[in-house]
């Protein structure tokens, strides 16, 4: 498996995530589980990995004396953390009821078509994650995307390209 130690940088070596599991390890003893620490803890480990690897979360609970099953459990229940690496830009089409009907679900095929990639999952290139929402509060712009903070109105299967396009210029521009 790659990694990523976070969703702007690029794939780090096995050899750097044991330098940042180093350094995450460094950081712990600055959250006290008694003071609501847990949270706080693994919202590092998201902004330093990029996703909580399961290493991340086994630090975790040996440094906070909290079971394994509690910390991946609060893993597993907040939608904000994830347990696999995620892309640089996280693109979520929205299935809610009014995007749905209005081609929501074309638009995801065609999504899932240009990006390569299935719901949940990540580019190989670690550039873009695909993930389905439910109502993005924009239902009169249906059907709707958003990548990362942006909404994009009205979309049409037809004009997925050029919207992935933009972001996969803004990626070789930081790059450059």
Do not use: W
């Not at 953390?81 to 640089?88: A, E, H, K, Q």
């Not at 995801?108 to 670690?126: F, H, P, V």
């Not at 239902?139 to 992935?164: E, K, W």
């Amino acid at each position: 498996m790659q990694t990523q130690t976070n969703p702007a940088k690029q794939t780090v070596s096995s050899e750097s995530e044991q330098e940042l599991l180093k350094n995450f390890q460094e950081l712990l003893p600055q959250f006290d589980p008694e003071k609501g620490g847990l949270i706080p803890a693994l919202q590092s480990a998201q902004n330093l990995f990029g996703y909580i690897p399961e290493e991340a979360m086994r630090l975790i609970s040996r440094s906070m004396d909290i079971p394994f099953s509690e910390v991946a459990g609060v893993v597993s229940f907040y939608s904000y953390f994830s347990t696999v690496p995620r892309g640089r830009h996280v693109v979520r089409v929205c299935l809610g009821t009014a995007c749905y009907v209005r081609g929501g679900k074309e638009v995801l095929a065609a999504m899932q078509n240009e990006l390569g990639i299935g719901i949940g999952e990540t580019t190989e290139d670690r550039q873009f994650s695909l993930e389905v929402g439910r109502c993005f509060g924009a239902c009169g712009l249906a059907p709707v995307v958003m990548i990362d903070d942006q909404v994009h109105q009205r979309v049409r299967p037809t004009s997925i390209r050029s919207i992935i396009d933009a972001y996969r210029d803004d990626i070789e521009e930081e790059v450059l």
